[in-house]
């Protein structure tokens, strides 16, 4: 079993900035990819932004664009996401996702809780 952990979530001003972490643990032989997404209130999940393994660039998607920045410590199977000049609409749950292959072979596709962002003033 893959496990996510995320922190890093929390209040902020319009204008301000966050940084999230979401740390992979088990028995991760490697990864492919590793994602950030988000779900407002009433509203679909959806994506963020992604990193991905083998030099394919960084995926953003076009709100965030310029103000977000993915970037991950391979050595600790963590993924962050730094959010600058933070929106009231960057308001959600953010979820991140890792997918990649245990030691057993076997590929694994997992989701962390979910860390809250609320912007406002």
């Known amino acids: 079993q893959v496990q996510l952990v995320e922190s890093g979530g929390g209040w902020v001003q319009p204008g301000g900035s966050l940084r999230l972490s979401c740390a992979a643990s088990g028995r991760i032989f490697s990864i492919n990819s590793m994602g950030w997404y988000r779900q407002a209130p009433g509203k679909q999940r959806e994506f963020v932004a992604r990193?991905?393994?083998?030099?394919?660039?960084?995926s953003y998607s076009g709100s965030v664009q310029g103000r977000f920045t993915i970037s991950r410590d391979n050595a600790k199977d963590t993924v962050y996401l730094q959010m600058n000049n933070l929106k009231p609409d960057d308001t959600a749950a953010y979820y991140c996702n890792i997918d990649g292959r245990r030691f057993d072979r076997s590929d694994f596709d997992s989701w962390g809780q979910g860390t809250p962002v609320t912007v406002s003033s």
């Open positions: 990193i991905f393994s083998g030099g394919r660039p960084n």
